[in-house]
Structure formats: C-alpha cells, structure tokens
C-alpha cells in the first residue's frame, strides 16, 4: 500500500535536490560567465581557455538531476509505484539532501573560484589549467554530496 503523504513527501526530496543543485549551478555559471564576457571583450580568442571554467559549475545541476532521477525509479514513479510509508517516505527525503545542498553551495563557491580562474587567464593564458584544477578541487564535495545520496538511497528499502 502507498501511503500517500510518505509519496509526497520521496517526491519532494527529489524535486528538491534538482531545484537546489540546479540553483547552484545557475549561480556558480552566472558568476564565472560574467567574468569571461568582460575577458572576451578584450580577446575573443580565448574562449576556448575560458569555456571549461563556465562550464565546470554547471556539473552540480546535472548531479542533482542524476540523484532525484534514480530515487524517482527507486520508488517506480515512471512505471509501478512502490509501497512507500510514511517513514519510508522520510527517509527519501532525507536521503536526497546531500546532493541538494552540496550541489548548492558547491555550485556557487565553484562559480567564485571559477570567476578567479577566469582572471588568471585574463592575465596569464598559459596558466589556464591551474584555475580549473583549483575549480575541479571543489567539485570533489560535489560528487561526495552525489555519492551520499545514492548509498542513502540504497538504504531505503521499500516493500
């Protein structure tokens, strides 16, 4: 048996960790895009420098997304919907938000030190690679966010 609200409740654990996380990619790309345009301005030729700084917080959203939609098909949401209860249902919730916060301030503190990347290329070209090891190093709590909600989803046993 479904326990409607145990339902709801999964179902907003899911839709929050692809909200949150996709804001923080949102905000992290807007804050290294913006940076980029004013270096673009001056040498469009290094767009291909700056493009994997613009890029790399957008990687939270896709984490997000890729933890909401394993616990969507967890609870059989595109098919045969799983006896859930109540509990079971917060446990779901719960276990959603590790890649839903992380994505979130992952996503914006990546953008910043992106942003910082973007400047050093503004300025030394040639040292592109070391603003986007700097970027890579925050995206590691991105992924640790992603990895706790996977083995707290297979955590939730559902009947």
């Known amino acids: 048996m479904v326990d409607p609200l145990g339902l709801a409740i999964a179902i907003a654990g899911c839709a929050m960790a692809v909200f949150l996380a996709g804001i923080g990619s949102g905000i992290g790309i807007s804050l290294v895009a913006s940076v ?4 673009l ?14 890029a790399l917080p957008g990687t939270q959203g896709f984490y997000g997304f890729l933890g909401a939609f394993l616990g969507i098909m967890k609870l059989g949401i595109l098919g045969t919907l799983a006896p859930i209860t109540l509990g ?3 446990q779901m919730f719960a276990a959603c938000m590790p890649v839903a916060f992380a994505g979130l301030i992952t996503g914006i ?8 990347g973007a400047e050093l290329v503004a300025k030394r070209p040639t040292e592109a690679m070391k603003g986007v090891i700097y970027g890579a190093m925050v995206e590691t709590y991105a992924v640790l966010g992603l990895l706790a909600t ?6 939730v046993k559902l009947e």
């Open 36 to 39: 980029a345009n004013g270096v």
């Open 41 to 54: 301005s001056e040498d469009p030729k290094k767009f291909g420098q700056l493009f994997i700084l613009v």
């Open 88 to 90: 079971q249902g917060i």
């Open 109 to 116: 503190w990546q953008g910043k030190v992106c942003a910082a």
């Open 150 to 155: 996977l083995f707290l989803q297979m955590g």
